[in-house]
């Protein structure tokens, strides 16, 4: 009778503490390919790991699981290549977040990529005169040099990319290095925040995209991510100085 009475009081726990359990940052998509996906999130208290996916938001029919934990990851298989999921992150018990993504390559013959809504027909718009007006083409971004050039130490990039890269959905290493140069190219441009510590070390932030990256006195760069805490940039050292400075 006294076990029968502990294993409910423990079950109990166990599903009171799932259910009040909350995500710690974004969803971050770690690795991907053509017919598969990596998913990582971190959680308040530890939790079980449940992923529930499918080909329309109202249709989560597929699922993939993992251990109990704080830090979850589980990878997805099987998918179809250049098509468009939708899924919900958490628990058996409970969805702690949701979101959607789109699977590398060419959709399989005979199959179309899955839309999240129906897209109307539109008449195409008549284009504007141009007479007597001139127009100045678009300027085109700078290149970013070569990844080697600038990111700091190359050795530390394949975990910064593994860690950070899902916070700008970039494709590769390279790409989340090309991310963090435009970056800090933006921030001489001004606009963003920026501080100055004692040994040359930059650290800026951008308050609307939430980005923060720091930069070694030479400009290459240390890291590149998105801080789960909002006051991350003013807990960090230095003193802040015109973006425009040399």
């Given at each position: ?36 996906l ?7 208290v ?53 979101g ?66 899902g ?47 720091a ?32």
């Amino acid at each position: 009778m006294f076990a029968r009475i502990l294993l409910t009081f423990v079950l109990g726990v166990c599903a009171l503490t799932a259910w009040a359990a909350e995500i710690s940052g974004p969803v971050k998509i770690i690795a991907t390919t053509a017919t598969s996906l990596v998913l990582s999130w971190q959680t308040d208290v530890e939790t079980g790991t449940r992923v529930s996916y499918g080909a329309a938001a109202d249709q989560l029919t597929e699922r993939a699981e993992g251990g109990v934990g704080t830090a979850h990851e589980v990878t997805l298989t099987g998918l179809k290549p250049g098509t468009k999921y939708f899924y919900a992150v958490g628990t058996a018990r409970k969805k702690l977040a949701k979101g959607e993504f789109v699977t590398s390559g060419s959709p399989l013959a005979g199959s179309a990529p899955v839309s999240s809504s129906p897209v109307a027909s539109t008449p195409v718009p008549k284009a504007p005169s141009v007479i007597g007006k001139i127009f100045a083409p678009k300027p085109q971004p700078e290149a970013a040099p070569p990844t080697r050039t600038t990111w700091g130490n190359m050795g530390s990039l394949a975990d910064h990319f593994a860690r950070h890269g899902g916070d700008f959905q970039a494709k590769d290493a390279d790409d989340y290095a090309r991310m963090a140069w435009q970056f800090g190219q933006q921030a001489k441009a001004g606009g963003l925040q920026v501080k100055l510590d004692e040994d040359g070390t930059r650290r800026v932030y951008d308050p609307k995209s939430g980005g923060f990256a720091a930069y070694n006195a030479d400009g290459t760069t240390k890291t590149y991510f998105k801080p789960n805490s909002r006051d991350y940039f003013a807990r960090q050292p230095g003193r802040l100085v015109n973006a425009r400075t040399p």
